[in-house]
Structure formats: structure tokens, C-alpha cells
């Protein structure tokens, strides 16, 4: 090989060397991943708009549509960049998923948004979420209670977004107990998110994502089956379009190249699915 060949080679070898791939694979975008987020521009405003109106909004779609992205990477950063009218840009954003431990799972993200978690050892942190849990355990209002010292400990007026992802997780935790404490504990729950929203004490939004077809399951809760009535985004399929700016974008941002032979060539393989 030449000298010309070697420095090109060199050269291309340098170029692919700071190559990302962008692309995240079968998991939802994280936060600190929406400059890769495209293709879904634009469908925060319908919820924004009912957040706003409700302080909820229940983001429902088939399983794989981009639901848990459209939050972290969608209303998130909108969120952060103030455009939820008058609430301002300061906000505290937790996250759940109700697993089989939906209150547990519940303590333990207000234990992460806490300001004073900086333990000095296991135990003293196992105690405060034992704290916690009791705490959300004795009465409807005990989401507000918890969240109370957190939200005025803080310098500044803050909202608080709680992001339950998943949420028919609660509905596989309701069949999978032996007795009637699973369906208690998920009543609790619910009741908790619904008593959050309708006090005026803390401006305490919800957001929750749930799969198409476990609509229906919300039937057995009446008053959560009103709110989602009232403030709810079904996630519309991709356009064409829309799949194209999913795959070129990130690719662009990547520092990478792509043919429009082998764009259209992935726009019919992946047709309507």
C-alpha cells in the first residue's frame, strides 16, 4: 500500500472513530437522548394543552409506539423550557413504574427526588423509605404529604410531574396476588394519584403511559376511568414521513451518511407495522 492509500485509510479510520451510533435499539429514548428524537414532532401540543387543563394526562398506545419516548424526549424538555403556560420552567420531574411493589416503587422515587439523599449508610436510607411508605400507606392525600418537605425545602416554587410509566403494570400486580391485599394496595394507589391532582395545596401534575389494550382494565377504578376519559392522547401511527425523519435524523446527528435508495428500501420493509 501506497503512502496516498495510508493516509486516506488513517483518515477514514479517524472519521469513523468518532462515529456514535445513535440509534438506542428496542428501549425507550432517555432524557439525555432527544437531540436523537425525531419524528414525532409537534405532538407534545394536544398534551400539553390537557396537562395543563387537568394537571393529567393518561398517553395511551400499542406496545413498541414510542409511548415512554414521547415523555422523556417530547414533553419533558418542553416542560424544562417553560411552555406549560403559567407554570413556569422550574420543575421536579419523578418517575415510577407500579412493578409488583407499586407503592414501594412510588417511596422509593420520591426518595430519589428528595434533596437530603445523600445517606450516610444503607440503613439510614432504608429507614427513610420505610418512612415513606408508611407515610403514602396512611390516607389518600399521603402523595401530597410526602411531597410537601421536598417541594418547600426547595429555593425557588417548583412543580412536580410524576411520570408513571407502564401503568398496566397495576393490572398484572392485581391478578398476580393471592388475595384481596393486591387489589387494595392498587385502589390505594390509584387513589393517591387521583387525590394529588384535585388539591390545590401543591401544583402536582400526573402523566402516565399505558398500553392500547389495557384500556378497559381501567374500568374497575370508576374516578380514574373519568379523569382518563377527560385528558387523554392516543399516539397516532407514523407517517411515511415521519419514519423518514426517524431514520435520517439520527443518522445526520450521528455524523453519519445514508442513501436514499437504502432509506426508501427500510420505509417498505417496515410498510405499516
Given at each position: 500500500m501506497g503512502t496516498k492509500e495510508l493516509d486516506i485509510a488513517r483518515q477514514r479510520s479517524l472519521q469513523e472513530t468518532h462515529l456514535i451510533n445513535p440509534f438506542p435499539g428496542l428501549r425507550p429514548f432517555g432524557f439525555e437522548e432527544n437531540h436523537l428524537f425525531f419524528g414525532r414532532e409537534g405532538q407534545c401540543d394536544d398534551i400539553l394543552e390537557k396537562l395543563s387543563s387537568n394537571r393529567f394526562i393518561a398517553v395511551i398506545g400499542a406496545s413498541g409506539s414510542g409511548k415512554s419516548s414521547l415523555m422523556f424526549c417530547g414533553l419533558m424538555p418542553v416542560l424544562y423550557g417553560g411552555f406549560l403556560g403559567p407554570a413556569g420552567s422550574e420543575w421536579l420531574i419523578m418517575t415510577t413504574r407500579p412493578g409488583n411493589t407499586p407503592i414501594e416503587n412510588l417511596a422509593e422515587s420520591i426518595l430519589r427526588a428528595?434533596?437530603?439523599?445523600?445517606?450516610?449508610?444503607?440503613?439510614?436510607?432504608?429507614?427513610?423509605?420505610?418512612?415513606?411508605?408508611?407515610?403514602?400507606?396512611?390516607?389518600?392525600?399521603?402523595?401530597?404529604?410526602?411531597?410537601?418537605?421536598?417541594?418547600?425545602?426547595?429555593?425557588?416554587?417548583?412543580?412536580?410531574?410524576?411520570?408513571?410509566?407502564?401503568?398496566?403494570?397495576?393490572?398484572?400486580?392485581?391478578?398476580?396476588?393471592?388475595?384481596?391485599?393486591?387489589?387494595?394496595t392498587a385502589s390505594a394507589f390509584v387513589h393517591l394519584i387521583l387525590k394529588s391532582i384535585r388539591q390545590t395545596e401543591l401544583p402536582v401534575y400526573i402523566a402516565l403511559t399505558m398500553r392500547s389494550d389495557f384500556i378497559g382494565e381501567c374500568s374497575q377504578f370508576p374516578d380514574l376511568t373519568h379523569v382518563i376519559n377527560r385528558s387523554h392522547y392516543l399516539i397516532p401511527q407514523m407517517t411515511r414521513d415521519q419514519q423518514r425523519m426517524a431514520i435520517e435524523g439520527p443518522i445526520a446527528v450521528g455524523g453519519g451518511k445514508i442513501t436514499k435508495r437504502l432509506v426508501q428500501q427500510l420505509l417498505n420493509d417496515v410498510g405499516n407495522n
Open positions: 428528595s434533596p437530603d439523599s445523600g445517606y450516610q449508610s444503607p440503613e439510614e436510607r432504608e429507614t427513610d423509605k420505610l418512612i415513606t411508605n408508611i407515610l403514602l400507606r396512611s390516607s389518600s392525600f399521603g402523595l401530597v404529604d410526602a411531597l410537601k418537605p421536598i417541594v418547600k425545602n426547595r429555593k425557588k416554587p417548583v412543580n412536580v410531574l410524576l411520570l408513571i410509566d407502564q401503568f398496566e403494570e397495576l393490572f398484572r400486580y392485581m391478578k398476580s396476588g393471592p388475595d384481596s391485599n393486591t387489589a387494595n
